[in-house]
């Protein structure tokens, strides 16, 4: 009984310690990425634009452009005891600047 108990809790603790915002890229073309970003708590668009700009700058260390075709996509965040009520999602596409 303790064992259950004790993965129950464990489960529980894995399932509430998830990373916040989860920030995804994937490379289109040389110096073209599509972006993601999910965030369990969102006060509002600007802080997913925010999340998606930041990731920008990490894939385009010399600048990246403007984000291009920004959509909402269904968030992917939340758990078993529903913790996450103001999840939100965005993906958008950049360009580096070239040198």
């Known amino acids: ?14 399932c509430a310690c998830r990373s916040d915002p989860a920030l995804h890229s994937d490379r289109i ?20 634009e925010q999340d998606l700009r930041a990731l920008a700058g990490k894939q385009c260390p010399d600048g990246a452009g403007a984000l291009e075709a920004v959509q909402p996509i269904p ?3 939340g758990t078993l005891l529903g913790e996450c009520l103001r999840s939100g999602a965005l993906r958008a596409e950049v360009r580096c600047k070239a040198r």
């Not at 073309?29 to 997913?48: K, M, S």
């Open 75 to 77: 968030s992917r965040q």
């Open 29 to 48: 073309a040389p110096g073209h990425y599509r972006l993601v970003v999910d965030r369990c708590h969102v006060i509002d668009q600007r802080q997913l």
């Open 1 to 14: 009984m303790k064992r259950v108990v004790a993965g129950a809790l464990l489960l529980l603790l894995l």
